[in-house]
């Protein structure tokens, strides 16, 4: 089964950027949406993102609308979740998570039950 791992979390003042990538390992990247989700203390796991690897169809919370992007890199083995105008409310424990391609429902992409493979984790605290 694929590994993910992510990293590029840290800590930024409001306003900032940071970009998160995440690895996958063991299986072509190209066979796999990718997720990303965020959990910060006390709340529930929260999809952020999503990206098809059929037709590079994209998702966004509303949240993180015209602020986050998400893109892959198949060659790389990567995907990338470039954050932009962060705020204090985007401190959370960021995921990558996977979903072989042909059991993805564009539908059903913030849904965590969607996905079968998850990374450990990045944390990212934006904070003055």
């Known amino acids: 089964q694929p590994q993910l791992v992510e990293s590029g979390g840290g800590l930024v003042q409001p306003g900032g950027s940071l970009r998160l990538s995440c690895v996958v390992s063991?299986?072509?990247?190209?066979?796999?949406?990718i997720g990303w989700f965020r959990q910060a203390p006390g709340k529930e796991r929260e999809g952020v993102s999503c990206?098809?690897?059929?037709?590079?169809?994209?998702y966004y919370a509303d949240s993180v609308k015209g602020r986050f992007t998400i893109s892959r890199d198949n060659a790389k083995n990567t995907a990338y979740l470039q954050m932009n105008s962060l705020k204090p409310e985007d401190t959370a424990v960021y995921y990558c998570a996977a979903v072989p391609q042909i059991h993805h429902h564009g539908s059903r992409w913030s849904s965590e039950y969607e996905y079968d493979f998850w990374g450990q984790g990045t944390q990212v605290t934006v904070s003055s």
């Open positions: 990206i098809s690897s059929s037709d590079g169809s994209t």
């Open positions: 063991g299986y072509t990247l190209d066979r796999y949406a």
